[in-house]
C-alpha cells in the first residue's frame, strides 16, 4: 500500500486530470513496442483506485488496485514481473484476468517521487502467458522510460504549482486590488463626508478640534482657524491655542493633568483675541474624552463654536431691560439720562452717549446730560447748528445718522475739525421727532474709526426709543406739575374770593361762629385739594389725609393715630376730609380737645367681611368734659352722620366719657372713588 507521505505528496501534486499530457502517452506507446504487448499504462495511484494517466491497448480511465499486478509493485517499491497471472495469488483473482479480457501477462515499474516515495507505475500487459518474461533489453528499456515519465510528471508538477502559484497570486492580486478599490472608495466616503462635515461647520460657525494628549498636538478644522483669526493649518500647539485666549479668561482653561485625571470641564464658555484684527470672540468649546483600553484619556475631541452673536444679543437685552428699569425708577430726570447713557456706553465699548435737546427754530443743540469714558472729554451746553450743518440737516429728515470714519464721509468734510475738537472720528445720532419736528437726539461717539454693526444701529435705535419715551413722560408729568400748580393756585383764589365773600357779608352780624366754621370748612376742603393736586389728582392715603388736616388745626400731637395703609380714591379724599375736621373742630370746641387733659384715638383697621375687605375706623374721645347728645341737629352733625355717603356707614356713640364715631366702607369702593 502507498504511504501516508506518497498520499501527501501525490495531494499535492493537485488534481490528477493536471498528468494528462501527450509525452506520457507518447511513453506508453514506446513501453507496448518495446515489450511487444498490447497494453501499456502509467498508472498514480489515487487512494484505493489506480488512474491512468497515459495509456495504449485500453479505453479505461482507471482501476481498482487490489488484485492488481500495481499492487505489487507499490508494495515492494521495486520492478515486477507476473509471467502468468492466472496463476499468480495476487492477480487470479482481478476480474480482468479471469474474465475478459483475459490478462495473463504483466511487468511493471515503479515511478518514483524526489522523496524516494512510489507515485505509481508503468507497467505492460499481454492477453498472452509469457514464461520467459522480459529481457534485459526490455527491462532497461521499461526502467528508463519510468524515470523519463516521472521527470516529466516532475515537470508537469512544477508547471501546475507554478500555475498554482500563479492563479494565487492573480487570487492575491484582484483580492488586493478590491481591497484597495474598497479603501479608496472608503476613504472617498470619508473625505466626502469630512468635507461635508467641514462645509457644515463653516456654514454653522463650528469648528472641530483633536487634541492629543500625549504629543500636545491639536488637530483642527479650517473653521477653527478662521475663529481665531489664524492662517488656515491641520495642527495647532498648546502654546499657539492659549496665546489666542483673553488673558482674563485664561484661568479657565483646564491644564493637562486636569484632563488625565478626567477632572476638566468639558463644556467651557470664554473670550478670545483675534490673531489678524484682534477683535476679541466669545467661543463654547465643547468636547469629549477618548479613552484607551485601560480606561486612561488619551484625547479630547470636540467642537469649538463662535458664539459671540448670541452672547451679544443676550447681553443687549439685559442691557436694554437694565435701561428701561433705571428710565423708571430714577428719581430725576437728569440721573434717569446719566444712567441710561451710561449703561449704552459700557455695553457698547464706546467713548461717549448723551442726549441733546434740539430747538429748531433757534438752531441750537443743548446738550443736556450724558456720560463719557474715563480720560474723554465731557461736553455740554449749547452749540449752533452752524458748526454742524450737515448733521443737523440729515436729523431733520428723521434718519438715523452713520458714520463709521470720519476721514472716509467726505461729505463731512466741513464738519471733521468740529468732531475732532470733541474727540469724534466714527458715531450715530438717532434724531428724536415729535410731529414730524425735530426736538433731540441721541448722540454715540466712538474716539477712534468704527465699523458699525446691524445689530449695534438695531440696538442703539431700540435703546433710543425708550429713551425718547421715557423724556417724553418726564416733560408730560413736569407740564402736568405746572398745569396743576395753576389749577390748585386758582383754587386757592377762588377759595379766598369765597371766604372774603362770607366776610363781608357776615360784617354787621355779632355771632361770628358759623363764619368761623365755614371758614375753618374752606380750609380743611382746601388743604384736601392741595394733597390730591401734589398726586396728580390719582389718589392719596388716610394717614397722609389725617396729618393734612389735623395739622393746620394745631391738634395733631394730641390726636394718636394708627393704622395700616389705606389709599383713597380722589372723591373719598374728599369726604374724608370734609369728615375729620368736622370731629376735630366739634372736639376742639366741646370734646376732649377744649380741655388741656382730653385726649383723642384715631384708629382704623382691615378685616375680611363675607369674602370682602372692609375698612372700620374708629374716632374715641377721652378725658374730656361730660358728653350730651346735641338738642338740634346742625350741618356738622348731619355731615357726621352721612359719613362716606352710600359707600359707608357712619355711627355717633354720645357716651358720657366722649364722643365715640365709628366707620365702615369697603377698601375697594374707597380706593377707586
Excluded at 467651557?268 to 479613552?291: C, H, P, S
Excluded at 373719598?572 to 380741655?595: D, I, P, Q, R, W
Amino acid at each position: 500500500m502507498l504511504s501516508s507521505d506518497a498520499s501527501a505528496d501525490l495531494n499535492a501534486y493537485g488534481d490528477l486530470q493536471a498528468f494528462s499530457d501527450l509525452d506520457l502517452d507518447d511513453i506508453a506507446v514506446a513501453a507496448a513496442a518495446l515489450c511487444r504487448t498490447p497494453i501499456a499504462l502509467v498508472s498514480i495511484l489515487d487512494g484505493e483506485q489506480l488512474w491512468f494517466s497515459a495509456r495504449v491497448g485500453t479505453d479505461q480511465p482507471h482501476g481498482a488496485l487490489a488484485n492488481s499486478g500495481c499492487a505489487a509493485v507499490i508494495a515492494l517499491k521495486a520492478p515486477v514481473v507476473i509471467p502468468d497471472m492466472t496463476a499468480d495469488p495476487g492477480t487470479r483473482r482481478n476480474g480482468l484476468v479471469c474474465g475478459m479480457p483475459g490478462l495473463r501477462f504483466y511487468a511493471g515499474y515503479p515511478l518514483f517521487t524526489s522523496e524516494n516515495e512510489v507515485f505509481g507505475s508503468l507497467c505492460v500487459v499481454d492477453l498472452k502467458t509469457r514464461p520467459q518474461g522480459l529481457s534485459q533489453q526490455e527491462r532497461d528499456g521499461l526502467a528508463a522510460l519510468s524515470r523519463q515519465a516521472m521527470r516529466l510528471m516532475g515537470l508537469r508538477r512544477e508547471t501546475v504549482a507554478q500555475e498554482r502559484r500563479l492563479a494565487a497570486q492573480q487570487i492575491r492580486r484582484e483580492r488586493a486590488t478590491r481591497q484597495a478599490r474598497q479603501a479608496d472608495a472608503e476613504r472617498r466616503q470619508a473625505m466626502e463626508k469630512y468635507a461635508l462635515q467641514q462645509a457644515a461647520g463653516a456654514a454653522g460657525g463650528v469648528g472641530i478640534y483633536e487634541y492629543d494628549l500625549t504629543s500636545g498636538d491639536i488637530a483642527v478644522s479650517p473653521e477653527v482657524c478662521r475663529i481665531i483669526g489664524l492662517p488656515v493649518t491641520d495642527v495647532l500647539t498648546v502654546g499657539q491655542w492659549v496665546a489666542r485666549v483673553h488673558e482674563e479668561d485664561r484661568p479657565l482653561i483646564p491644564v493637562l493633568s486636569q484632563l488625565l485625571e478626567g477632572a476638566a470641564p468639558l463644556k467651557l464658555e470664554y473670550r478670545v483675541v483675534r490673531a489678524d484684527d484682534q477683535k476679541e470672540r466669545w467661543i463654547l468649546r465643547q468636547g469629549v474624552l477618548d479613552r484607551d483600553d485601560e480606561g486612561r484619556p488619551v484625547r479630547l475631541i470636540g467642537t469649538i463654536q463662535d458664539i459671540t452673536p448670541e452672547r451679544n444679543a443676550t447681553s443687549r437685552l439685559t442691557t436694554l431691560l437694565a435701561v428701561g428699569d433705571a428710565l423708571r425708577t430714577a428719581p430725576t430726570r437728569r440721573q434717569a439720562l446719566a444712567e441710561a447713557c451710561g449703561l449704552l456706553g459700557n455695553r457698547l465699548d464706546v467713548q461717549r452717549v448723551g442726549f441733546a435737546a434740539i430747538t429748531v427754530r433757534d438752531e441750537l443743540f443743548t446738550v443736556e446730560q450724558g456720560w463719557c469714558a474715563s480720560g474723554v472729554l465731557p461736553i455740554s451746553g449749547q452749540f449752533p447748528f452752524q458748526a454742524f450743518r450737515r448733521v443737523s440737516d440729515f436729523l431733520r429728515s428723521g434718519t438715523v445718522l452713520i458714520v463709521d470714519d470720519l476721514s472716509g464721509s467726505s461729505w463731512m468734510r466741513e464738519e471733521q475739525e468740529a468732531c475732532r475738537a470733541v474727540q469724534v472720528e466714527a458715531q450715530i445720532v438717532v434724531p428724536k421727532m415729535d410731529h414730524g419736528e425735530l426736538t433731540g437726539c441721541l448722540f454715540v461717539h466712538s474716539a477712534t474709526p468704527r465699523e458699525w454693526t446691524l445689530d449695534e444701529t438695531s440696538f442703539i435705535r431700540t435703546a433710543a426709543d425708550r429713551i425718547f419715551t421715557a423724556l417724553d413722560e418726564w416733560d408730560a408729568e413736569a407740564r402736568q406739575e405746572i398745569v396743576n400748580h395753576e389749577i390748585l393756585h386758582r383754587l386757592k383764589n377762588t377759595l379766598s374770593i369765597v371766604q372774603s365773600l362770607a366776610h363781608q357779608g357776615f360784617r354787621g352780624v355779632d355771632d361770628q361762629g358759623p363764619l368761623t366754621t365755614f371758614t375753618s370748612r374752606l380750609v380743611a376742603l382746601g388743604a384736601a385739594h392741595d394733597l390730591l393736586m401734589r398726586r396728580n389728582w390719582q389718589s392719596t392715603d388716610l394717614k397722609s389725609l389725617v396729618c393734612g388736616v389735623l395739622t393746620p388745626l394745631g391738634v395733631e400731637g394730641r390726636v394718636m393715630v394708627s393704622g395700616p395703609f389705606l389709599k383713597l380714591g380722589p372723591d373719598t379724599a374728599t369726604s374724608f376730609s370734609m369728615l375729620l375736621h368736622e370731629l376735630a373742630t366739634n372736639a376742639m370746641k366741646y370734646g376732649a380737645l377744649s380741655v388741656p387733659e382730653g385726649r383723642v384715638f384715631l384708629s382704623w383697621q382691615i378685616a375680611e367681611t363675607d369674602g370682602e375687605a372692609v375698612m372700620s375706623l374708629v374716632w374715641r374721645e377721652t378725658d374730656g368734659p361730660v358728653v350730651t347728645p346735641p338738642e338740634r341737629t346742625g350741618f356738622g352733625v348731619r355731615l357726621l352722620r352721612a359719613g362716606l355717603g352710600r359707600h359707608g356707614k357712619t355711627e355717633l356713640h354720645y357716651a358720657p366719657t366722649g364722643l365715640c364715631a365709628g366707620l365702615t366702607a369697603p377698601t375697594l369702593s374707597l380706593a377707586t372713588n
